[in-house]
Protein backbone atom coordinates (compact mmCIF):
# COMPACT_ATOMS: atom_id res chain seq x y z
CA UNK A 1 0.00 0.00 0.00
CA UNK A 2 1.85 3.25 -1.40
CA UNK A 3 2.11 5.81 1.61
CA UNK A 4 3.26 8.63 -0.44
CA UNK A 5 1.07 9.05 -4.35
CA UNK A 6 2.21 11.69 -6.50
CA UNK A 7 -1.03 11.49 -8.98
CA UNK A 8 -0.11 13.33 -12.13
CA UNK A 9 2.98 11.47 -13.83
CA UNK A 10 3.52 14.34 -16.05
CA UNK A 11 3.04 18.29 -15.77
CA UNK A 12 3.76 21.02 -18.83
CA UNK A 13 4.39 24.24 -17.71
CA UNK A 14 5.91 27.66 -20.18
CA UNK A 15 9.06 29.36 -19.53
CA UNK A 16 8.30 31.85 -16.52
CA UNK A 17 5.33 30.21 -15.62
CA UNK A 18 4.80 28.53 -11.76
CA UNK A 19 4.84 24.63 -11.86
CA UNK A 20 3.05 22.89 -9.13
CA UNK A 21 3.77 19.38 -8.53
CA UNK A 22 1.80 17.74 -5.59
CA UNK A 23 2.09 14.78 -3.01
CA UNK A 24 -0.34 13.15 -0.82
CA UNK A 25 0.68 10.65 2.11
CA UNK A 26 -1.61 8.71 4.28
CA UNK A 27 0.40 8.17 7.57
CA UNK A 28 0.42 11.31 9.69
CA UNK A 29 3.39 10.03 11.85
CA UNK A 30 5.94 11.32 8.78
CA UNK A 31 8.38 13.90 10.53
CA UNK A 32 9.65 15.28 7.47
CA UNK A 33 8.98 15.33 3.61
CA UNK A 34 11.44 15.76 0.90
CA UNK A 35 11.62 16.89 -2.79
CA UNK A 36 14.28 15.29 -5.15
CA UNK A 37 14.48 16.10 -8.83
CA UNK A 38 16.29 13.77 -11.33
CA UNK A 39 17.78 13.86 -14.96
CA UNK A 40 18.24 11.19 -16.90
CA UNK A 41 20.60 9.06 -16.20
CA UNK A 42 21.84 10.22 -13.12
CA UNK A 43 20.65 9.81 -9.75
CA UNK A 44 18.17 11.91 -7.99
CA UNK A 45 19.48 14.97 -5.84
CA UNK A 46 17.81 16.25 -3.09
CA UNK A 47 16.10 19.78 -3.39
CA UNK A 48 14.26 21.11 -0.55
CA UNK A 49 12.35 19.77 2.51
CA UNK A 50 10.06 20.45 4.76
CA UNK A 51 9.44 19.73 8.66
CA UNK A 52 6.17 18.10 10.14
CA UNK A 53 5.94 21.47 12.15
CA UNK A 54 5.94 23.60 9.42
CA UNK A 55 3.85 24.72 6.71
CA UNK A 56 6.49 26.28 4.48
CA UNK A 57 9.70 26.33 3.71
CA UNK A 58 11.60 28.28 0.97
CA UNK A 59 14.27 27.86 -1.11
CA UNK A 60 15.08 30.52 -3.83
CA UNK A 61 12.72 29.74 -6.82
CA UNK A 62 11.12 26.75 -4.61
CA UNK A 63 8.68 26.54 -2.45
CA UNK A 64 7.10 23.61 -0.66
CA UNK A 65 3.56 24.11 1.11
CA UNK A 66 2.43 21.21 3.74
CA UNK A 67 -0.97 21.02 4.38
CA UNK A 68 -1.29 18.54 7.46
CA UNK A 69 -4.81 18.31 7.80
CA UNK A 70 -5.42 17.44 3.91
CA UNK A 71 -2.35 14.72 4.33
CA UNK A 72 -0.63 16.87 1.09
CA UNK A 73 1.92 18.59 0.14
CA UNK A 74 3.04 20.73 -3.14
CA UNK A 75 6.30 22.05 -4.65
CA UNK A 76 6.02 25.62 -6.38
CA UNK A 77 8.72 26.76 -8.71
CA UNK A 78 8.73 30.31 -9.61
CA UNK A 79 9.88 31.38 -12.43
CA UNK A 80 10.24 27.73 -14.64
CA UNK A 81 13.23 27.58 -16.12
CA UNK A 82 13.92 24.70 -19.12
CA UNK A 83 16.58 23.50 -16.82
CA UNK A 84 13.85 22.36 -14.17
CA UNK A 85 12.58 19.85 -16.60
CA UNK A 86 13.45 16.54 -14.67
CA UNK A 87 11.50 14.25 -12.56
CA UNK A 88 10.70 15.36 -8.96
CA UNK A 89 10.00 13.01 -6.53
CA UNK A 90 8.38 13.60 -2.90
CA UNK A 91 9.72 11.25 -0.22
CA UNK A 92 8.37 10.84 3.31
CA UNK A 93 10.90 10.33 6.16
CA UNK A 94 13.66 9.64 3.46
CA UNK A 95 12.57 5.78 3.01
CA UNK A 96 9.05 6.21 1.06
CA UNK A 97 9.08 7.85 -2.05
CA UNK A 98 6.14 8.98 -4.62
CA UNK A 99 5.90 7.51 -8.00
CA UNK A 100 7.49 10.60 -9.91
CA UNK A 101 6.07 13.34 -11.87
CA UNK A 102 7.94 14.48 -15.01
CA UNK A 103 7.85 18.09 -15.66
CA UNK A 104 8.83 19.82 -18.65
CA UNK A 105 9.33 23.31 -18.88
CA UNK A 106 8.91 25.02 -22.63
CA UNK A 107 10.75 27.55 -23.74
CA UNK B 1 27.85 11.82 -8.19
CA UNK B 2 30.66 13.52 -5.79
CA UNK B 3 31.74 10.58 -3.10
CA UNK B 4 29.96 7.88 -4.38
CA UNK B 5 30.01 5.32 -6.91
CA UNK B 6 28.24 2.40 -8.51
CA UNK B 7 29.67 -0.42 -10.39
CA UNK B 8 29.13 -1.47 -13.37
CA UNK B 9 27.09 1.35 -15.02
CA UNK B 10 25.26 -1.29 -17.20
CA UNK B 11 24.81 -5.08 -17.12
CA UNK B 12 22.99 -7.47 -18.98
CA UNK B 13 22.58 -10.73 -17.84
CA UNK B 14 20.64 -14.26 -18.33
CA UNK B 15 17.83 -15.84 -16.14
CA UNK B 16 19.18 -17.46 -13.11
CA UNK B 17 22.81 -16.28 -12.52
CA UNK B 18 23.58 -14.53 -9.53
CA UNK B 19 24.88 -10.64 -9.70
CA UNK B 20 26.75 -8.09 -7.69
CA UNK B 21 26.29 -4.38 -7.61
CA UNK B 22 28.93 -2.93 -5.83
CA UNK B 23 28.81 0.92 -4.32
CA UNK B 24 31.56 2.83 -2.86
CA UNK B 25 31.30 5.58 -0.35
CA UNK B 26 34.45 7.93 0.13
CA UNK B 27 32.33 10.01 2.95
CA UNK B 28 32.72 8.00 5.68
CA UNK B 29 28.64 7.90 6.37
CA UNK B 30 27.04 5.53 8.69
CA UNK B 31 23.91 4.70 6.57
CA UNK B 32 23.75 2.95 2.94
CA UNK B 33 20.52 2.29 0.93
CA UNK B 34 19.47 0.28 -2.20
CA UNK B 35 16.96 1.41 -4.19
CA UNK B 36 15.10 0.22 -7.26
CA UNK B 37 13.26 2.03 -9.71
CA UNK B 38 10.79 1.25 -12.16
CA UNK B 39 7.81 2.91 -14.54
CA UNK B 40 5.07 3.96 -11.71
CA UNK B 41 6.52 2.66 -8.74
CA UNK B 42 9.21 5.43 -8.20
CA UNK B 43 12.46 4.49 -5.85
CA UNK B 44 11.65 1.51 -3.52
CA UNK B 45 13.84 0.33 -0.60
CA UNK B 46 15.70 -2.95 -1.20
CA UNK B 47 17.64 -3.24 1.51
CA UNK B 48 19.57 -0.56 3.89
CA UNK B 49 22.66 -0.68 6.24
CA UNK B 50 23.13 1.46 9.80
CA UNK B 51 26.78 -0.03 10.00
CA UNK B 52 29.40 -2.62 9.30
CA UNK B 53 27.99 -5.65 9.16
CA UNK B 54 24.55 -4.41 10.19
CA UNK B 55 21.44 -4.34 7.54
CA UNK B 56 18.24 -4.53 7.29
CA UNK B 57 15.31 -5.52 5.03
CA UNK B 58 13.05 -2.80 2.88
CA UNK B 59 9.96 -2.59 1.28
CA UNK B 60 11.15 -5.25 -1.84
CA UNK B 61 13.58 -7.36 -0.73
CA UNK B 62 12.62 -10.78 -2.10
CA UNK B 63 15.44 -12.02 -4.12
CA UNK B 64 18.02 -9.59 -3.28
CA UNK B 65 20.39 -10.09 -0.42
CA UNK B 66 23.73 -7.69 0.88
CA UNK B 67 26.95 -7.36 2.90
CA UNK B 68 28.62 -4.33 4.37
CA UNK B 69 31.74 -5.40 5.53
CA UNK B 70 33.55 -2.06 5.60
CA UNK B 71 32.15 1.28 5.79
CA UNK B 72 32.96 2.30 2.42
CA UNK B 73 31.26 -0.58 0.36
CA UNK B 74 27.82 -2.08 0.35
CA UNK B 75 26.71 -5.17 -1.77
CA UNK B 76 23.77 -5.59 -3.27
CA UNK B 77 23.68 -9.35 -4.86
CA UNK B 78 20.45 -11.26 -6.92
CA UNK B 79 20.76 -14.63 -5.56
CA UNK B 80 19.04 -15.84 -9.22
CA UNK B 81 17.76 -12.71 -11.64
CA UNK B 82 14.76 -13.28 -13.16
CA UNK B 83 13.27 -10.54 -15.76
CA UNK B 84 11.36 -8.92 -12.99
CA UNK B 85 14.43 -8.10 -11.27
CA UNK B 86 15.25 -5.60 -14.93
CA UNK B 87 15.66 -2.29 -13.37
CA UNK B 88 18.18 0.14 -12.44
CA UNK B 89 19.42 -0.08 -9.30
CA UNK B 90 20.57 3.36 -6.69
CA UNK B 91 22.56 3.04 -3.81
CA UNK B 92 22.73 6.40 -1.76
CA UNK B 93 24.07 7.65 1.21
CA UNK B 94 23.49 9.20 4.66
CA UNK B 95 24.98 10.45 7.50
CA UNK B 96 21.37 9.83 9.69
CA UNK B 97 20.60 13.52 9.91
CA UNK B 98 17.39 14.50 9.11
CA UNK B 99 15.35 16.73 6.63
CA UNK B 100 18.79 16.90 4.90
CA UNK B 101 17.67 14.43 2.08
CA UNK B 102 19.96 11.44 0.90
CA UNK B 103 23.35 11.50 -1.66
CA UNK B 104 22.40 9.30 -4.58
CA UNK B 105 24.81 7.26 -6.79
CA UNK B 106 24.63 7.70 -10.38
CA UNK B 107 22.68 3.80 -10.91
CA UNK B 108 23.21 0.66 -12.58
CA UNK B 109 20.79 -0.26 -15.31
CA UNK B 110 20.60 -3.93 -15.60
CA UNK B 111 18.82 -6.24 -17.56
CA UNK B 112 18.02 -9.91 -17.07
CA UNK B 113 16.96 -11.70 -20.22
Known amino acids: DQQVKQNSPSLSVQEGRISILNCDYTNSMFDYFLWYKKYPAEGPTFLISISSIKDKNEDGRFTVFLNKSAKHLSLHIVPSQPGDSAVYFCAADELTFGQGTILTVHP | DAGITQSPRHKVTETGTPVTLRCHQTENHRYMYWYRQDPGHGLRLIHY???????DKGEVSDGYSVSRSKTEDFLLTLESATSSQTSVYFC????????????FGSGTRLTVV
Open chain 2, 92 to 103: AISDGSSGYGYT
Open chain 2, 49 to 55: SYGVKDT
